[in-house]
């Protein structure tokens, strides 16, 4: 059987990524979002998501290039005086594995995090992390961990197989691709090992900013079988901020694709049946 999760991320980084998501709710496929809790437009995205109750939002955790929740004196080995991540994902990477100090401040900002989208009063649908930082097994353990008290049940597993990619058009497998594919799975023995439902594939990640509407619908028409999640990266309008983190994504030829015919057409030829994270939850 073929299932998929339609998303997208980065909701509550920008009033035009809010509009976006709304819009493709509504009009379009999604069905499914990552709020960032400390992003500039995270109020706004609440509003909204309060207004469309079969929209379902999980936590998109910052620990890499975005805001931190708690104050920066509260985690001044985290971020600078500014309360954003730094981006050199590498570093990170390292501090986070070796020096307890860090890990402490760390563990600190993952349960803030959970606790604010808590006190937004929606319902936890499910977990992952900014540029997929889960992957790191410090960040990963900590969202569990984090997650678990606060009635996670599911976790994305960025695990993105070649073949269909191949099929849907031009795509050149690297070392680095199938070294991420087999790290995966430690992510994924976390998950399983506390309980938690992950997606058996993720689509989003080597054409990320570039799910336009002729790759993703040929890639709907080959979805291979099992539960897979197709994120995206949507926004109505490219302002400035979008422009300087994001500089070369196409947000809005993504907000057009997850409304586009062509792409209903190709799950529809594929067979796959849209679902949610709590569908796929409750059901296991």
Request: hydrophobic share 40%; aromatic share 8%.
């Amino acid at each position: 059987m073929k299932r998929v999760i339609i998303s997208a991320d980065d909701f509550g980084l920008s009033e035009e990524v809010n509009e976006a998501i709304e819009i493709a709710h509504r009009d379009g496929l999604l069905s499914t979002a990552s709020l960032m809790v400390s992003g500039p437009a995270a109020a706004d995205a609440v509003r909204r998501a309060k207004k469309l109750p079969d929209l379902r939002v999980g936590l998109h955790l910052v620990a890499i290039e975005g805001p931190a929740t708690l104050p920066p004196a509260d985690i001044p080995l985290l971020v600078p005086q500014d309360g954003q991540f730094p981006s050199d994902q590498l570093k990170l990477g390292v501090e986070y594995f070796f020096r307890p100090a860090v890990r402490r401040e760390l563990a600190a900002e993952i349960e803030a995090q959970f606790r604010a989208f808590a006190a937004t009063g929606l319902a936890l649908d499910h977990a992952n992390a900014h540029k997929h930082m889960h992957l790191h097994p410090t960040v990963g353990r900590y969202m569990i961990e984090s997650g678990l008290r606060h009635g996670l049940r599911a976790i994305r597993v960025p695990l993105e197989p070649p073949e269909p990619l191949y099929a849907a058009g031009t795509y050149t497998d690297t070392l680095g691709d199938a070294a991420l594919r087999r790290w995966t799975g430690l992510l994924r023995h976390q998950a399983h090992k506390a309980g938690l439902v992950t997606n058996d594939w993720c689509f989003g990640l080597a054409w990320s900013g570039h799910m336009t509407t002729d790759r993703v619908s040929a890639l709907a028409a080959h979805l291979p079988d099992g539960l897979s999640e197709i994120y995206f990266h949507p926004a109505t309008a490219k302002n400035r901020l979008l422009q300087r983190l994001m500089p070369t994504y196409e947000h809005e030829a993504e907000f057009r694709t997850l409304c586009a015919p062509g792409f209903r057409s190709g799950l529809t030829h594929s067979g796959a049946v849209p679902t949610t994270w709590t569908d796929v939850a409750r059901a296991s």
